[in-house]
């Protein structure tokens, strides 16, 4: 089976899908979730420098082409923190 590549927003490490978080722009609606759905994505290394440098460059709004609400980086620390 072939291997989905995905690249981070942040520090540009390719790899597989399975080794990023995935964020996503719900098509009509522009809300923002962590949730398997259909809609535009943008992933990220499960790691404290990657989010501390998408937050402070506002990559994740680039890459979704929406505001990115201050509690979609919260909940990602959080689950940051809930992994180590």
């Not at 709004?61 to 990115?68: G, N």
């Amino acid at each position: 089976m072939k291997i989905n590549y995905r690249r981070c927003i942040s520090c540009k490490k390719t790899a597989s899908k399975e080794e990023f978080w995935r964020v996503v722009r719900i098509p009509n609606s522009h809300e923002i979730t962590l949730a398997q759905v259909i809609g535009r994505s943008a992933y990220i290394c499960p790691n404290s420098d990657c989010l501390q440098k998408a937050r402070r460059k506002n990559l994740l709004k680039r890459a979704l082409r929406v505001m990115v609400p201050a509690q979609i980086y919260d909940l990602l620390l959080k689950r940051l923190a809930a992994e180590i």
